[in-house]
């Protein structure tokens, strides 16, 4: 049986466009075009991920995104107009489970959701990355072998990885990793970040695991 997407969006040449892909796919497919009918339309069409726009007429994709979770854990994709309000949305803790910016290309919508899909079910995204965690040793494997990561860079893995492809601010990330020290800037992120990737590649030069989100965060995503 062939998975199903709920669309809710309001430009209708946009969400016909995402449709065709999807169905290329193999995905079933329903638009939604207003607010209010968001709702009725998820209990009805019970689909397996909902890709939901941010600004809509009637009610808009954050009461959206809440009214959903409130009852169902379905996989919800953020489409959002400008990348400035990914910050935002990360602040608020929606619980949806990945962003998209707009302008996107249909195929990269298409892999997305694809890639949440999959986290659903089975192996989780960093055992497929062949990633292994060793919590009480703070020691992070990659295909076997011992990556030598520090405690710090160990805890910025940690979190990444136990939200696969949802982006981090370096605020939130900073916030989790030294939760008493406010002092530290964001540089401090970006170079734990920087010699993190240096250690994966070091061990698989071929590992693309941490990815930047230019001006918003890091997330970790495993791509095949
Ligand atoms: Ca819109």
Redesign the pocket.
């Known amino acids: 049986m062939s998975q199903r997407i709920l669309i809710v ?3 209708r040449k946009l969400a016909a466009l995402v449709q065709d892909y999807l169905h290329q796919s193999g995905f079933e497919t329903r638009i939604v075009t207003e607010g209010l009918e968001a709702l009725p339309a998820f209990r009805q069409f019970v689909p397996d991920l909902v890709l939901l ?1 941010l ?2 007429p009637g009610r808009d994709g954050m009461d959206i995104c809440r009214d959903i979770r409130s009852s169902s854990q379905t996989p919800i994709i953020m489409v959002t107009a400008r990348v400035e309000e990914i910050d935002r949305l990360l602040g608020l803790e929606l619980g949806a489970d990945d962003y998209v910016c707009k302008p996107f290309s249909p195929r990269e919508v298409v892999a997305r959701v694809k890639a949440v899909l999959r986290r659903g079910g089975g192996k989780s995204e960093h055992q497929s990355a062949g990633l292994q965690l060793d919590e009480q040793g703070y020691k992070a494997l990659l295909n076997g072998k011992d990556l030598g990561l520090t405690a710090v860079e160990f805890k910025l893995l940690r979190q990444l990885v136990a939200h696969p492809g949802r982006i981090f601010s370096r605020s939130q990330l900073m916030d989790r990793i030294y939760p008493d020290e406010r002092i530290v800037s964001d540089r401090t992120i970006d170079s734990h970040i920087k010699k993190l990737r240096k250690r994966i590649e070091a061990v698989d030069s071929e590992s693309e695991l941490i990815h930047s989100v230019y001006g918003v965060g890091y997330k970790f995503e495993h791509r095949d």
Do not use: A, I
């Open positions: 969006e309001d430009e726009d600004m809509l």
